[in-house]
């Protein structure tokens, strides 16, 4: 008996905690649309499709951070660089909004 509610417990906490941790990332993800909307997407498209002239930001492979990251910071090609203008935590927002909507999830 003991050990079923130690289990039951177990459970609950584990889906209260997970139940957390998506609603942070839906936060994140709208939050980061939000920043796609006011700096991205005359470029970039409307929710990420690209017209073809600019990089598919759907094809960003999870491991891609990095390379998203230097891109946002320092510019690339026609890209302007976004230093000084995004902060962070925007720039983090944006990456979880991508990732959300990408090719492959």
């Not at 609950?12 to 939000?34: N, P, W």
């Not at 998203?68 to 935590?89: A, D, Y």
């Not at 925007?90 to 991508?98: A, V």
């Amino acid at each position: 008996m003991r050990l079923s509610l130690i289990a039951t417990m177990a459970c609950y906490t584990a889906l209260s905690f997970t139940q957390s941790v998506f609603a942070q990332d839906g936060k994140k993800i709208a939050a980061g649309e939000r920043v796609y909307n006011n700096y991205c997407f005359t470029c970039h498209g409307d929710n990420l499709v690209s017209t073809g002239q600019t990089f598919d930001l759907r094809r960003l492979r999870a491991n891609e951070r990095p390379r998203f990251e230097n891109s946002v910071i320092n510019g690339k090609g026609q890209m302007p660089p976004w230093r000084g203008v995004l902060s962070g935590e925007e720039i983090d927002q944006l990456w979880n909004f991508i990732r959300a909507n990408a090719n492959d999830k």
